[in-house]
């Protein structure tokens, strides 16, 4: 029994000074002394630069054997740009050693990742920085695969406790977009649980995206597959608050939406569920989810009244976008849409389809310092369809049509008439002639203080980018305004027609004012040319003042021929004395009729009109 206790005690002892051994060289192992050597083959491995400032090994009852690494540092691919792909100020790392002595399985009881950053590049021709690390090892694997000596060489199993990340920042460069996309995600914080390269395990990450505080929240699970190198998340749930969004972020994130119109603010709970995303060497292969909008608003500077209750739901895969449905309130009026994108992370490929239904003109166009305010009640549907979302894409690309109604429209604080008859400056104080002597009917209608029009129907056409009105029909009790016009999308339009005064009101006009005579077209109506322009909120009137001056004066060249044709006729008449003029009367009102085309043609053709 001596001995045995001799034995045991030796033996203890043994292992005892064994693990001091083991401390003391973990203590004193100074692993910089071989960075050289580890960086070479790190970057071997990475086919990438691998370089860091400084490595300690530690060992303690809590973690066992721990790593940790300061200011480490992978560069970036030549090709895709100089710098770091991957940069961190420290990462820990605890391995329990006597887990793979006794289990033949590494136990990592955390790994620790400090202000981690990566940059991630996407080319033009859709290539990603990702896809190239380790590209040469992936061809020495195969080699090793293929060596029987090299299949029997079995991986230990991994096992990763917890992996946490905090203070990260992802940068995402993309070219396929010109001017590029520069999009940065901050304050990036996950959590990995239970890690393992064949099992399935959670994660959780949190972000601010577009925003200086966190405000996307993302959880699922992952598996990796090392025979395809693919990664598969499942049940990918996420939340994002747009009212944390910063909107000046938007224009220096995505370059094609300067010179947009932005809202200034927006609210709304973004959720997204993803069943499956798949991701491996070729980039993203499959993707199938949806998306859902809650509660959204938004408030534009350019708007009177916030859309409110916006929701909507979209279907999402790895390439396309299908917008099921989304509707959005101003105030009474309702909108509705759905649509598709195809093709987004290339050719952005759309189409949508809109309806709106009793929306108020005044709950939109901002008109407090417009001189004129413009009030109707819209309805109406619309299809668009294009390629791109840059500003001259949507010059370039967008059409569609549209059939557009206004009830209720009235412009306040201008008469129409009266401001298009102050144009007409070739009669001097044609409006205050015109007033006096008119019956009361008539002068309400030229001292109203606005202008109320008829209904309106707008058959409309959208052609590169612009709104193209080919037959503009605007009426009201004085006036019918018919001509053609177009809308850009930064909100500048013009409409070029005739104004035409109703018959009755045109020969009151005429008997107060001689000179309009010459404006009557065939029914008798007074005809004005006239052109509007503007942009939201803003109303110009020009008339064609060349027009009205050359009818003007061709009609008072044609009186004043016909008085000096007749006084000659009527003088030849009274020498003669005949019998026979006087029983030709009716010849002569024909050959008056003749005289009266041929003066008219004349002065057509010296006035080209």
Known sequence: ???????????????????????????????NRYKPQITSEAAKAMSRGVDFRKADLGISLTQGISLKISDLSIAEDPEFGKGNFFSVKEISVGVDAFGYIFRKRVEISSIIINSPQITIIRKKDGSINVQTIAKPAQAGKQLLKSSPAAAAVAIPAIMISTIKAFKGTVNYIDYSFDPPVRLEVKELNSTVSKVSLTQVFP????????????????????????????????ELKGVSELAEILMAKVPAAFPMAKGAVLPNSLKG?????????????????????????????????????PVLNIEAKAKITEKNIVLETASAKINEGLITASGSLEDYPASQQYSAGVEIKDLKLQDMVSQDNSPVKVEGVVSGKAKVKGSGFTPEALKTALSG?????????????????????????????????????????????????????????LPVV???????????????????????????????????????????????????????QYLLNEEKQILIPLKISGKAGEMKFNVDGQY???KLVQNQLKQQIFKALEKSGGSQGSATGTSEEQSSAGQQGSDKSSTEEAVGSLLRGIFKK
């Open 401 to 457: 049509s549209a059939d557009i109604s206004i009830v209720q429209a009235k412009f306040k604080d201008m008469n129409v008439l009266r401001t298009v008859l102050d144009k007409i400056s070739l009669i001097p104080g044609l409006s205050q002639r015109i007033e006096a002597g008119l019956p009361d009917k008539y002068q309400k209608k030229l001292i109203a203080k606005d202008t109320a029009l008829s209904d309106i129907k």
């Open 203 to 234: 994660f959780t990450v949190s972000a601010a995206v577009l925003s200086d505080k966190e405000n996307v929240s993302i959880e699922g699970k992952v598996s990796f597959d090392l025979k395809t190198n693919q990664m598969t998340i499942f």
């Open 269 to 305: 709970s973004l959720n997204f569920n993803l069943d499956k995303v798949i991701a491996g060497p070729e980039g993203l292969k499959t993707l199938a989810g949806e998306s859902i909008l809650t509660n959204g608003s938004l408030q534009f500077k350019e708007l009177v009244s």
């Open 548 to 550: 009205i001056a050359q």
């Open 462 to 516: 959208i052609e590169n980018g612009r709104l193209v009105i080919t037959d503009l029909s605007v009426g009201a009790d004085e006036f019918i305004f018919k001509g053609s016009g177009q809308a850009g999308i930064s909100g500048s339009y013009s409409l070029e027609g005739l104004l035409l005064i109703p018959s009755d009101l045109s020969a009151a006009m005429v008997s107060q004012v001689s000179e309009l």
């Open 1 to 31: 029994m001596k001995i045995f206790k001799i034995v045991f005690i030796s033996f203890l002892g043994l292992i005892v000074l064994t693990v001091i051994a083991t401390v003391i060289f973990i203590k004193t192992f100074d692993v």
